[in-house]
């Protein structure tokens, strides 16, 4: 049975957290909100519980996890060098949606960095995360709390749905607020590099790290090196189609796309802009992603619509792109996953 604890992100003190912390040290699995997904916990330092969250979610094990700490010095005791931009990354965003890959150290068993002589640190923003690491007083190992390649939860039903029975509590702590998962930088190398984009911006990592740059090539959909971005990923189980363009090109696309499936006995639903929603009222299930040029809005709507596409059984899905800029990268990133190639061009458009 899985329990469920709703707790009130101002509430402090909370019984739950103490509940959920003796679950953490005896071993066990807890699922915990975070500001950008859910996560599904164990005890980082406890290898057979590590392998407890790898069976749960039928994750493949050469797939690393994060290592969730409370503050940037329990960070320092999990490597065995914090450089000094890693130094600057942590001083300006944690605790926040940013993870950093170091040098693991020897105090992190092996299967957390499935095998790798790196280990991935996050502290993270949420009142309730923080709460339950203080109390557990362990780094907590956490991936996002979802079955593997589905969609990353953003709230405790999605948690529920995937995990049901296999997971033992889940700590409720309403909607994930950014609702796309943390930015991964591997710091290991002489120049920082971006193994996936997330809630912290390109932009800001640039304007923080200055002179030492970025390199963006790891996080290249078709080549990632994060080895958990290789895989088909946040997908929802209708056959997911991006359709790119000029904004006017791309809802005219999907209203045709849409006319020509209702005609042939197939639904399918759409995820687009608000300004797009006039022209497609009626033509099937058509979903808002916020209005255009606020990818933040989409980030944070984006895996709850490829959850509620599953409910309505849809036979297939035809999304908007968003620019890549500011979040706007991080959406087309897990938009660019869910589709696995498939993409439409509207109009003359290339990519
Ligand atoms: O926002 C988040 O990051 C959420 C919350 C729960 O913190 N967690 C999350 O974990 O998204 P997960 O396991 O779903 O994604 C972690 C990503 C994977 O792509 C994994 O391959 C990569 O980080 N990663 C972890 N450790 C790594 C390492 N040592 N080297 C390179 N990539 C690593
Ligand atoms: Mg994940």
């Known amino acids: 049975m899985t329990e469920i604890i709703h707790i009130a992100p101002g509430e402090g003190d909370h019984p739950g957290i103490g509940k ?19 996560g599904l916990g164990a005890n980082g330092l406890d290898a057979a519980a590590v392998r407890r969250i790898f069976i749960a979610k039928g994750r493949p094990a050469d797939n690393p996890l994060i290592l969730h ?17 890693a130094g600057e990354l942590a001083r300006r965003f944690w605790p926040g949606p940013l993870t950093m890959v170091l040098p693991r150290s020897p105090a992190v068993p092996e299967i957390v960095s499935a095998g790798l002589p790196t280990v991935a640190i996050r502290v993270p923003a949420h009142p309730v995360a923080l709460m339950l690491i203080r109390a557990a007083g362990i780094p907590v190992a956490a991936p996002s709390a979802n079955t593997s390649g589905r969609p990353s939860p953003t709230s405790a039903g999605h948690v529920l749905d995937d995990l049901r029975d296999r997971v033992e509590l ?12 943390s930015t991964v930088v591997d710091m290991t190398g002489p120049v920082p590099r971006l193994l996936r984009p997330g809630g912290v911006t390109v932009e800001e990592l640039r304007e923080a790290l200055g002179p030492a740059g970025l390199a963006l ?37 999907i209203a045709a796309e849409l006319a020509a499936a209702r005609g042939a006995g ?3 639903a759409a995820l687009v802009h608000s300004e797009s929603l006039p022209d497609l009222s009626g033509l099937g299930l058509v979903m ?18 490829l959850r509620a ?9 035809l999304a908007e792109g968003e620019d890549e800029e500011g979040m706007g990268r991080a959406v087309m990133n897990r938009l660019l996953k869910a589709a696995g190639g498939r993409i439409m061009l509207a109009g003359g458009a290339k990519r």
């Open 69 to 85: 700490v409370a503050s940037p010095a329990e960070a320092g005791a999990l490597t065995t060098a914090m450089p000094p931009a």
């Open 288 to 305: 808002d992603l916020g209005p255009r040029g606020r990818p933040e809005v989409a980030g944070e709507r984006l895996f709850s619509l």
């Open 20 to 38: 959920a912390a003796a679950i953490l040290r005896a071993g066990g699995l807890v699922a915990f909100p975070t500001e950008t997904v859910y």
């Open 309 to 317: 596409c599953d409910e309505a059984a849809v036979e297939g899905i």
């Open 266 to 268: 197939r639904r399918l």
């Open 217 to 253: 090539d790891g996080a290249d959909p078709e080549r990632p090196a994060a080895p958990g971005m290789k895989y088909r990923h946040y997908a929802p189980r209708a056959p997911l189609t991006l359709v790119l363009g000029e904004p006017g090109e791309v809802t005219s696309r």
């Open 170 to 181: 889940i700590l409720d702590g309403g909607p994930a607020r950014i609702g796309l998962e």
